[in-house]
């Protein structure tokens, strides 16, 4: 088991900025990877960035690249997502996810999910 936190979200004008943590406790050595989606009232659950634990490789949305970062501390076993110049259509719950095999870009691939943590974009 793996069991995943995460913090860091709140309320946020537009063009702001926030930075989401997830902390990952248990059995972190059976993970490949990381990511973070989001899930807004009424829609899918959409990916929004994920990390290669090892390597470090990164995958982002379109809709959140060259604005979001995601990166890891191995030492912590932590994953951060930096959200800059944030808009109104970011507003979601925001979960982080551990897993192994699959489409690292599809929830399938995750195994472990957090509780979510809400961010909140104000125009």
């Known amino acids: 088991q793996v069991q995943l936190v995460e913090s860091g979200g709140g309320l946020v004008q537009a063009g702001g900025s926030l930075r989401l943590s997830c902390a990952a406790s248990?059995?972190?050595?059976?993970?490949?990877?990381m990511g973070w989606f989001r899930q807004a009232p009424g829609n899918e659950r959409e990916f929004v960035a994920t990390?290669?634990?090892?390597?470090?490789?990164?995958f982002y949305a379109d809709s959140v690249k060259g604005r979001f970062t995601i990166s890891k501390d191995n030492a912590k076993n932590t994953v951060y997502l930096q959200m800059n110049s944030l808009k109104p259509e970011d507003t979601a719950v925001y979960y982080c996810?551990?897993?192994?095999?699959?489409?690292?870009?599809?929830?399938?691939?995750?195994?472990?999910w957090g509780q979510g943590t809400q961010v909140t974009v104000s125009s």
């Open positions: 990390i290669t634990w090892s390597g470090g490789t990164t």
């Open positions: 248990g059995r972190t050595f059976t993970t490949v990877a």
């Open positions: 996810a551990a897993g192994r095999s699959g489409n690292l870009r599809h929830k399938s691939f995750y195994n472990y």
